[in-house]
């Protein structure tokens, strides 16, 4: 189930959306980040992990979407943690009575019936900037930045020379952006978090995204600049010449393209709304 991307760091990937579950072997136990998305497949990391003797001694959620932020009972109980940002959002939504059935709703139908909920999003933020996370193990660096989601955080594993990118830098997903609200512009947002992962990309051996396939080296500068065009082409009003839509898109992602047009349409109703271009 597991597969080494680099010393001490290993990964699972689901089967439905190629999230990857990414695990760093520490001095007393692992870190588990995002752990994954149907009970099967966390119970099985558990017992892989138990088989191991690997406990998990602390987990982190680079951001508050639904298929980041679960958990397994049988992965125990250490603490999992977040940006305060992100524990903040999740708390917003837990605090809702009908949160649960919400929560369902989000779910992809496919595996709808599977995804444990009763330890969704329970999330310890850290301090307010921290930059690493408090564990027994290697270093790993928070990259917070405001792209995506409200605390979305790159991990960066400089001992290992691996980048934990979140739902950035994939090679199935196109850039997608945080809710367009009055309050925010999701589009510069994005091009801000570019550049923060852009300037820790220096170093790096391996790229995990949150979801698809792992990158080498060679592989970050290239994510980068297709993440970078992608939005700038959407903030322009151009079709964006992108290999993750259309007809080129990997299959059965071709559903992605629909997100797309959401996007445009979003976009374009604010810059009507506002009187700017693009």
């Not at 512009?185 to 790229?207: C, F, K, S, T, W």
Request: aromatic letters at 6%; a negative charge; hydrophobic letters at 40%.
């Amino acid at each position: 189930m597991l597969s080494q991307v680099a010393e001490g760091v290993v990964i699972h990937q689901s089967e439905l959306l190629q999230n990857n579950t990414v695990v760093v072997q520490g001095r007393a136990g692992v870190l588990l980040i995002d752990p994954g998305i149907t009970g099967d497949e966390m119970a099985c990391l558990a017992n892989d992990l138990r088989e191991l003797e690997q406990p998990v001694v602390a987990g982190f959620s680079t951001h508050p979407d639904w298929d980041h932020v679960l958990w397994h009972a049988e992965l125990g109980e250490a603490p999992r943690y977040g940006t305060a940002r992100c524990a903040s959002f999740m708390r917003d939504v837990l605090s809702r009575p009908d949160w649960k059935a919400r929560a369902a709703e989000a779910l992809p139908p496919e595996i709808a019936g599977e995804v444990p909920l009763d330890l969704f999003g329970l999330i310890t933020g850290l301090p307010d900037g921290a930059a690493r996370i408090p564990w027994d193990g290697p270093q790993v660096r928070i990259v917070e930045h405001p792209a995506h989601a409200p605390g979305h955080a790159a991990l960066l594993i400089e001992e290992r020379g691996v980048l934990v990118a979140g739902d950035m830098l994939s090679d199935v997903l196109f850039p997608m952006l945080d809710d367009f609200t009055s309050a925010n512009d999701p589009i510069e947002d994005y091009l801000v978090g570019l550049r923060m992962i852009e300037g820790v990309a220096g170093n790096l051996d391996v790229l995990v995204p949150g979801h698809g396939s792992v990158g080498a080296a060679d592989q970050v500068r290239t994510r980068i600049d297709q993440d970078r065009a992608y939005v700038h082409a959407l903030r322009d009003g151009h079709a964006p010449d992108d290999p993750r839509l259309g007809p080129s898109a990997k299959p059965g992602w071709e559903w992605v393209s629909d997100i797309h047009d959401g996007q445009a349409r979003s976009l374009a109703r604010r810059s009507e709304r506002d009187g700017t271009p693009g």
